[in-house]
Every structure is written in structure tokens, then in C-alpha cells.
């Protein structure tokens, strides 16, 4: 018999594996591994991305792996697998979490950066998607549908609507207050310069890891560390 | 099937809060304005603020900052649609996904939203968790009947797929209007519009988008992806493809025509938003629908339509 689902030789199983290992589990730790999610998923359909085995491996207690591997940026966030779960599991919730776990340790950087431009549209307009095309084609192709000059602000003003949807100067300021308390201005500026880092030690990474007790439920965000 | 028992519990108001999504503004702006449209003849108030930014939600689900900074930005939005009064109408998965989910974890963790409301507060709003958020889904499957009545110019022989979208369907499954994986409400308005049903394989799959995977694995995994649900959706010769979501639409509209760019395939399947196809059906003018704004073309559709009723 398969010692997974076995419960008296938990914690044996998981004797040596850190806290931060537990906190992940949470939910995961309820999967039986029937394989529905890869059924359902993605990005499965189009690569060796496979939801069953990431959860095995966490359970197994090899989350560095996890957070090392671009396997964990290959997640559509569509949460197929959570809705054929048997046993409710929302995987993508973990896969959000782990990926701040990645970021911390140093990978997935590369990614993020890939998204800095929307973020930075959001800072300066309080809005995430404009109505600049990056393709010029698409501007060509909408002016022979439209019969207009194909910018959405022509567009627009055809449909009898303001040449552009603007927020307000105090929204955008607020926007921008929030994003500077919160760290997200700061991580915007530093997010150009970042590169992979070495790996951190497991201790290191329980330290800036906090997301879900054992029951999924929220448990607090990190403290922070003041003689960083 | 729709659920009848969350259905039952949709507010169906005199008047909602319209929360804008910055994809139908800045790129369909017809989403927005065959809502309006839509919900005027049915005698529905809509009002919006330019106090309301991006949803917020966005921030943390791609990996750009913690809940941290996703948490004040939502719940701040969250404080104007409070401020109207009125229960909130998303036309976005993502918009109604994240102000749903934030809220509902402020709900349930008061110290959280403690913190956040002491941030709030420097800008003197609060986030009370008074308002609730409709989805559109929701909100056309509980004003059925009355759509019904406002249908003037039944779209009579048009071929019609739909795509659900990922987010509230799958992602909100506990307490969606319908069935994650047999859903119907939009069939049946799709019915009620006087148009045909077609269905295709790849029908409830994701639009390819990926959340951020048409940025960050666009080649690798998006496009292929994409292609599959495309290809499918070409086999049935559909007229058009129902969508409840601006991203959705944004992929599906535009990928057909990135696909043609680069001379893979040609689909010319165009994606209407739920509301720009009721529109058509209560005899809207489709210049104030937005169908032009369209990158996969309209016309042939229109001009079916127009055969059809000549």
C-alpha cells in the first residue's frame, strides 16, 4: 500500500521537511492524485507541464524543485483544474503563491519583466490596458472596418463616446499612493535591474514565506525583517 | 443548467454601479455601450465614476506585487461602488473575479481589513463590504424574461458558438450562476435572440490567453493553444462567437488575426460580446454597438442578417 495515504506514517513523511513545506501542502495535501486537473488543463495540452506531478513532488517535500522549475510559469491561471477537483483543490491559488516563493528565491524574473510595461501603464494612467496598439496592423485593419482613421479614439468618437476613458486626477492619485505604500512602486524600478539570483537555503525561504496554515486558510503575510 | 437556487439570489435592481474594464474601454469599447444599451431598454439605470481605476487585481496574479499591494487598490475601488449605494455590474471575468475574491477575503478576515482601511482612510474612503458584485452572466440570466420582450428583429438563421470564459465559470465555481462544465445561460439567450445553437469541441477550454501566458510563453504555449480552440471553432462555421469577457474577446478577436498575419489560417469567425448580440436582436444601430471597433469583421454577419430580414 502506497505510504501517501497512509495517514499514521505522515508525519514520519514529513518529518523532515520545513514548515513552509506544511503551510503549501495545506490543501494539497487533500489530493489523491487522479489526474483530472491534467485532463482539463492548458497548458498540459501543450507542453510537459503536468499539475499531478508538481503536487506529488510537493507532497514528497521537494518544493525547491517546484520554485526552480519554468514549469511553475507554465500555469494558464484558468483554474479547469480546480473545477474538476474532487477534492476542491485551488491549485492555481498554490501556483500564484509559489511563484512569489520563485521570485524571492531569486528565479521568474525573467517573466515578470516581460510584464512591467502594463504594470508601469497602470502607475501612470490608473489604467492597465491603453488604446495604443504596439501592432500598427491592427490600426489599418480597424480603419477598413470602421471606416475611420482605425485610432480607437476615432472609433470612439464615432460611437458618440469621449475620445478616450480617462480616471479621474484624484483616482490616479490614489492609485499611485497605494502603489507607493505598498512596495509596488518600489519593486517597478527595481524590476529592470533584477537578475537570478543563487538559491536560497530552505530556512532562508521559510523566513520570507507565509501564506496558508495547514487548513488553507491565510496566516499572515512575512514580517519584516528589520535589520535587513 | 443555470443554478436556480444562486439565481434566486442575484439582485435584480432598478439601478447597479457599471464597473468600466479598461479592455472593453480602451479596446471594445462596444461591450460598454450595447450594455448600456441593453440594460436602457430594459429600463435599467446604470451609472459609473471616473473615481474607478483598473480593478487592481491584476497586480498580484501576475506576479508584480504581493496581495499587499493588490488588496488597497481593490478594496478602494470597492469604497465607490459602495459610495453609489448600489450593487456593482462587471462586464469583465477578471474585474468581478478579483473585487469578488479580495472582498470576500476581507470579509472573512477582519484584521486584514482593518489594515487596509487604515491605508484607505489617509485617502478618506472605507471599505465596508456593503455592496454586492454582479456578474454580467448573472445579471442576464436573472433579467431573462425581460429581454424576452424587448426582442425586436430575432436573428433568424445565424449560426451562433459561445466561449464562457475561464474565470467565472471554473474560477467562481461555488457560487456561479451555472454549471462550470454544462453551462446554458447564454444558450438560452442565445435562443432568446432567435439565432441557432452550434457547439464545437474545444468549446469550454481557455480563450489561450493564459492570464499572462500570451506575454510571457506567447510562441511556446498561447498561440498553440489558441490554434486548437480556432481550428475547432472554423469545423462548425459559426457566424459568431459569444464571449462574457473583454479579454477573452480580446485574444479570440485578435488572434484570428495574428493567425492570418503570419498566413497560418484564415477564420473570420467575429466575437460579439453577450450584450452587442442582444443588442442586434432588440434593433440596435451596430455603429453604437461597437462592432466596428471589431478586428475580426462584422460585416458578414450584418450582412446575413440583413438577407435574412429583406
Redesign the interface.
Known amino acids: 500500500m502506497s505510504r501517501l495515504f497512509d495517514k499514521e506514517l505522515r508525519p514520519e513523511l514529513y518529518s523532515d521537511l520545513s514548515e513552509l513545506t506544511f503551510r503549501f501542502i495545506g490543501d494539497l495535501e487533500k489530493c489523491m492524485q487522479c489526474g483530472k486537473c491534467v485532463g482539463n488543463c492548458p497548458a498540459a495540452s501543450v507542453t510537459q507541464y503536468n499539475s499531478r506531478r508538481i503536487i506529488h513532488s510537493i507532497k514528497m517535500g521537494n518544493v525547491e524543485d517546484v520554485i526552480k522549475s519554468e514549469e511553475l510559469w507554465s500555469c494558464f491561471f484558468c483554474s479547469s483544474c480546480y473545477a474538476s477537483c474532487p477534492k476542491d483543490i485551488n491549485f492555481p491559488f498554490t501556483v500564484a503563491m509559489l511563484r512569489y516563493a520563485s521570485l524571492y528565491a531569486g528565479y521568474g524574473w525573467e517573466y515578470v519583466k516581460k510584464l512591467l510595461p502594463y504594470a508601469l501603464d497602470y502607475y501612470r494612467t490608473g489604467m492597465t490596458v491603453l488604446q495604443d496598439e504596439r501592432n500598427p496592423n491592427i490600426t489599418r485593419r480597424r480603419a477598413r472596418n470602421s471606416d475611420t482613421s482605425g485610432s480607437m479614439a476615432d472609433v470612439r468618437e464615432k460611437m458618440g463616446l469621449s475620445r478616450e476613458r480617462k480616471v479621474s486626477d484624484r483616482a490616479l492619485s490614489e492609485v499611485q499612493f497605494i502603489s507607493d505604500v505598498s512596495g509596488m512602486t518600489r519593486i517597478l524600478k527595481e524590476l529592470p535591474d533584477k537578475k537570478e539570483k543563487a538559491p536560497l537555503s530552505r530556512s532562508e525561504l521559510d523566513r520570507i514565506l507565509l501564506v496558508t496554515d495547514r487548513n488553507g486558510k491565510f496566516a499572515g503575510f512575512p514580517e519584516e525583517d528589520d535589520n535587513a | 443548467m443555470p443554478r436556480t437556487e444562486v439565481l434566486e439570489k442575484v439582485p435584480i435592481d432598478d439601478s447597479y454601479f457599471l464597473f468600466?474594464s479598461?479592455?472593453s474601454?480602451?479596446?471594445y469599447?462596444?461591450i460598454e455601450?450595447s450594455t448600456e444599451e441593453v440594460f436602457a431598454r430594459l429600463g435599467i439605470e446604470l451609472e459609473d465614476s471616473?473615481?474607478?481605476?483598473?480593478c487592481?487585481g491584476?497586480?498580484?496574479?501576475?506576479?508584480?506585487?504581493?496581495?499587499?499591494?493588490s488588496l488597497?487598490?481593490v478594496a478602494?475601488n470597492l469604497s465607490i461602488i459602495e459610495e453609489s449605494g448600489k450593487n456593482a455590474l462587471t462586464m469583465c471575468n477578471g474585474c468581478h473575479m478579483f473585487l469578488t475574491e479580495f472582498g470576500h477575503?476581507m470579509d472573512h478576515?477582519p484584521d486584514?481589513t482593518n489594515k487596509v482601511n487604515e491605508?484607505l482612510g489617509?485617502?478618506g474612503?472605507e471599505y465596508k463590504g456593503s455592496s454586492h458584485v454582479l456578474h454580467m452572466l448573472e445579471a442576464v440570466a436573472g433579467l431573462k424574461e425581460r429581454i424576452k420582450e424587448q426582442i425586436t428583429n430575432p436573428l433568424k438563421g445565424l449560426r451562433v458558438a459561445t466561449h464562457y470564459g475561464?474565470?467565472y465559470?471554473?474560477?467562481f465555481?461555488h457560487d456561479a450562476v451555472d454549471d462550470?462544465?454544462m453551462p446554458t445561460v447564454l444558450e438560452e439567450l442565445i435562443d432568446i435572440a432567435g439565432a441557432e445553437n452550434v457547439t464545437y469541441p474545444e468549446a469550454r477550454?481557455?480563450c489561450?490567453?493564459?492570464?499572462?501566458?500570451i506575454?510571457?510563453?506567447k510562441e511556446?504555449?498561447s498561440l498553440?493553444?489558441l490554434k486548437?480552440k480556432l481550428d475547432s471553432l472554423k469545423k462548425i462555421e459559426a457566424d459568431a462567437l459569444i464571449v462574457v469577457c473583454p479579454y477573452c474577446m480580446t485574444i479570440l478577436d485578435?488572434g484570428q488575426?495574428k493567425m492570418e498575419?503570419r498566413g497560418i489560417e484564415e477564420y473570420g469567425v467575429p466575437v460579439l460580446y453577450i450584450n452587442q448580440l442582444l443588442g442586434l436582436a432588440m434593433g440596435i444601430d451596430p455603429?453604437?454597438l461597437?462592432l466596428?471597433?471589431?478586428?475580426t469583421?462584422?460585416?458578414r454577419l450584418l450582412e446575413k442578417l440583413e438577407a435574412s430580414n429583406a
Open positions: 468600466r479598461c479592455v474601454s480602451s479596446k469599447p462596444g455601450t471616473p473615481e474607478q481605476s483598473c487592481g491584476f497586480i498580484t496574479f501576475t506576479s508584480l506585487a504581493e496581495v499587499t499591494a488597497p487598490a478602494r477575503f478576515n486584514i491605508m489617509m485617502l474612503r475561464c474565470h465559470l471554473y474560477g465555481k462550470p462544465y477550454t481557455c489561450g490567453s493564459g492570464l499572462t501566458q506575454i510571457i510563453h511556446e504555449m498553440p493553444f486548437r485578435r488575426f498575419e455603429v453604437k461597437g466596428e471597433a471589431h478586428i469583421p462584422v460585416k
